[in-house]
């Protein structure tokens, strides 16, 4: 069964560190959530003009196209659309399908970057703006320490309401990686960070060691101003071409990955939830 690494923490005279590393075009090929658009049309949950156009939304994405406007554009359809959806019935379409689906696009060049750190004894977090029904169990099959993304709000129903609690974007993934480095005594000179988008420019700045991955054009003239390295991740390969002895999981094999990474986001997230519901009250 999958499981996440568990890392011993450093001797007190060094201060822990972690790698902070965006998901999509930085560690997988394509956008996590809108690659589970036909397996959402096969469990029922959306219609084929939906189909065409996340289809539509992901050519643009992996043509550089999406700017901030069209991001927020994208972040709203995407709320409207999943709104009335019950989250356990999408976390067992994940689930049943992150294999097929997730496994082929994830970079060599991320998946090894992601084994050196681990070696470093360096926490591992994912940090996207994706929802966090797809990006938990990604983690997990990652071997992610923690993971951050946008999370929606849930109804007493157990599905959607289409408003979203928490949006992983820009500044906002810069304060949650500051404030995880507080909570569990990462020090951020120390840290990594990866992205290929100059939205993400607030959390790369906010580490020692910053990367653009696959950089947009904007990120890309910051990286060259700021003599930040520029990565080039190109070559998808299965987990298990990488790992020889690694067998297809078995479909509950995956769903207790989902259940693991899960709970190993929680100890990322529910600082942010105990400081929104802190600033609420006074």
Not at 158 to 169: I, L, Q
Not at 170 to 175: F, I, L, N, V, Y
Not at 231 to 245: A, M, S
Request: glycine letters at 6%; one cysteine or more.
């Amino acid at each position: 069964m999958l499981k996440l690494v568990e890392i011993q923490s450093l001797p007190h005279s060094m201060p822990r560190a972690a790698a902070f590393f965006d998901l999509d075009k930085t560690v997988i090929a394509k956008s996590s959530t809108l690659t589970f658009s036909k397996s959402f049309y096969q469990g029922g949950l959306i219609n084929r003009r939906a189909v065409l156009r996340t289809a539509y939304a992901q050519f643009v994405f992996l043509a550089g196209g999406a700017d901030h406007d069209q991001m927020e554009r994208m972040r709203a359809y995407l709320s409207a659309l999943c709104r009335g959806w019950n989250v356990e019935q999408v976390k067992e379409i994940v689930a049943e399908t992150l294999h097929d689906l997730i496994d082929p696009i994830i970079y060599d060049e991320a998946a090894s970057l992601i084994e050196e750190h681990h070696r470093a004894g360096r926490d591992v977090v994912i940090v996207s703006t994706s929802g966090a029904e797809v990006v938990e169990p990604i983690g997990g099959l990652l071997g992610a320490d923690r993971v951050v993304a946008t999370r929606m709000v849930v109804g007493g129903d157990g599905c959607f309401t289409g408003e979203v609690e928490y949006y992983a974007y820009g500044p906002t993934k810069a304060d949650a990686v500051k404030e995880l480095a507080a909570s569990e005594g990462y020090d951020l000179a120390r840290c990594y960070a990866y992205s290929d988008s100059a939205t993400d420019l607030p959390m790369l700045s906010a580490v020692g060691h910053p990367h653009a991955v696959n950089p947009d054009r904007a990120l890309r003239r910051e990286a060259l101003a700021r003599a930040w390295p520029i990565l080039d991740f190109h070559k998808p390969v299965r987990l298990k071409q990488r790992l020889p002895n690694l067998s297809a999981p078995s479909r509950p094999a995956l769903v207790a990955a989902a259940a693991v990474g899960a709970a190993a986001a929680t100890a990322g997230l529910v600082w942010y939830a105990s400081r929104r519901r802190t600033a609420a009250a006074s």
